[in-house]
């Protein structure tokens, strides 16, 4: 298994941050207190997360008084991988990172934000950020530190997704319309920034979906492979078994081989689809199933770990939503009278993974639009402009089709196809483009 990444709180400033200063200048004295990379002060409680071959703890950046969270290679990873070994993986995840775009070279290169980017392409909201990492002096790359171990320096977030589904039914505060399309939205956008980039996350679960302040956020981005890769090939240990797909299901009961499977996007898509069934259950939605061939398998030798399981799964025989979403009662009303949401989590749990969802589509799905803000919707139409559109090809009609699906008006849509063309010779920002379409004395609050 995995260590689980945490998470962060933005920095302290002003008077506020003199004193994170100060306590962290009274900590760092303190006899108890380790300094990793020079900056970041371990924390003396418990790990935050543990793993097979990692540990994750708390620290205090003293320059700043941000928490964050230090992740480092246990005793048996050193044992059983070996040093070389270890400096290979720690070079590959600070790469994936720099790729994806939330490494910390990427920040200190990107500078002040640019007006054209927009949420849905700015990956530092969707996908954990990488801070910091230890590396060699000379040429700045990932290397071992001083104390001959190799760290990663990772922002700090409140708690994961199974925790907070977790609280919220022990509480009986059953999770609404509203946050089922928030939590959606960013797992449909983390995903699609990750295959923009030809990456699989190939593990997504809610222990892998954390909570930053009030942003949802993907983790464990190390474990990331690229798609189709024939050289980082498929094994049981890149996945959980509880949100395989019937692919994958296939590959663990030797049906399909390494050779034959290879990463792809749909894996994700189905993951996807178990976790907002998990959501509406507040619970793993199909624990139960599973559980019922764990224990029935006590009584055979199964040669294949979980094999009743996987075969299950891999049964080409649909799955049935409305058996598996029995309660809470809140939950199956929402299900039985939101058809989009039916619709959505069908399309994603399709046994036949060419007709899944992509993440794209997901993000463009009806169901999830419906829940962003009004400057979302804004931008969600102008980035399927800027894809779509080729100047001279794309009437008013069908643009009218188009941006309809978004609930925008056809003067916004007009809009947005004469302001395309501009964009992207950068003639225009965001910001003027919403200066256009809403004037102040029009705009809405909400916008």
Known sequence: SRARPPYNHPPQRGRARAMAEADGRDAENSPAATLVLGRYILSDGPPLGTGGWCIVQKAEDKLTGQKVAVKTYNDQAIRELGDEALAARLDREVRTFERLGVGPEASAASGRPDPRRFRKANPRQWLVNLLDFSRDSKTGRPAKAEDGKYYTVLELADESLGSWLQRRLTAKEFVGLEELQEIGNAVARGLVWLHRNRLCHLDLKPENIMRFGSTWKLIDLEGCLECGNEDAPLSCNNFTPLYASPELAQFALGELDERSLRPEYSM??????????????????????????????????????????????????????????????????????????????????DKDSSKRLTAPQLAGHPFLVAGLSGRQRVEEAFDRAKRCHVPGTLTRKQAAALFGRLGLRSFEADALLRACGALQKGHVSFEELVDFLYPEDQRSESL
Do not use: C, N
């Open 268 to 349: 994700d898509m189905w993951a996807a689809g178990v976790v907002l069934l998990d959501v509406l259950v507040h619970a793993s939605a199909l624990q139960e199933t599973k559980a019922g061939f764990d224990s029935a398998s006590l009584f055979d030798e199964d040669t294949v770990p979980f094999e009743g399981w996987y075969r299950w799964l891999a049964d080409p025989t649909p799955l049935s939503i409305s058996e598996i979403i029995s309660e809470p009662p809140s939950s199956l009303e929402l299900l039985q009278g939101a058809p989009q949401l039916r619709d959505l989590l069908g399309r994603l749990l």
